[in-house]
């Protein structure tokens, strides 16, 4: 997933309903809000985000990942791709979807109930997709856990990322990598 601006939405309600408290573009959604919220104008607990952006898709099946706590929605074209919307903690969900090419809107819904704040969203091409060299799976972790932040070819197997970030979509902050390519 590359950088996208989204058109953003914020709700003092759990309901994505009425009229946005705040409305901004964010780029990702990459977020860890705590015990606290997304600005001031949003109370701490009981409030929904809509994000929605128009994407171009090369046309494939794509899975799409959120990690979120509590619950979230993701459209692509209104079709629902994921849908947990209740209280939950830190799980992570797929879909998978076969898009045609071309340019879809994305929308994500999340919910927020009590406690900890915070949503991850991205997606990645699944079906027929090769890795000539080494196939790299970035992690926003230095654990490895959970689904790669990116997949991709890489020429290398040697990096020194130095205080950077190895691609524009990975947040600065630790990261792991995993390198694997079949041996013939």
């Known amino acids: 997933m590359t950088k996208r601006k989204s058109v953003s939405e914020y709700f003092n309600n759990a309901n994505v309903s009425g009229q946005p408290a705040l409305s901004r573009n964010d780029y990702n959604i990459l977020f860890n809000w705590g015990y606290g919220s997304p600005d001031q104008r949003i109370q701490a607990d009981y409030f929904s985000a809509r994000w929605t952006q128009p994407v171009y898709f090369p046309g494939g099946t794509f899975r799409f990942?959120?990690?979120?706590?509590?619950?979230?929605?993701?459209?692509?074209?209104?079709?629902?791709?994921?849908?947990?919307?209740?209280?939950?903690?830190?799980?992570?969900?797929?879909?998978?979807?076969s898009i045609a090419r071309g340019t879809h809107v994305v929308r994500v819904e999340y919910l927020e109930l009590t406690q900890i704040a915070k949503i991850k969203v991205w997606w990645a091409r699944v079906d027929g997709v090769t890795f000539p060299e080494w196939k790299g799976e970035y992690y926003a972790n230095k654990d490895l856990y959970g689904p790669p932040s990116l997949v991709r070819n890489d020429a290398a197997s040697h990096f020194n990322c130095g205080p950077g970030s190895p691609a524009p979509n990975l947040p600065l902050g630790p990261c792991s990598l995993r390198l694997s390519r079949p041996v013939h």
């Open 65 to 97: 990942f959120a990690e979120t706590d509590d619950g979230v929605r993701i459209y692509v074209d209104d079709v629902l791709v994921i849908d947990r919307w209740r209280a939950a903690t830190g799980t992570a969900l797929t879909g998978d979807l």
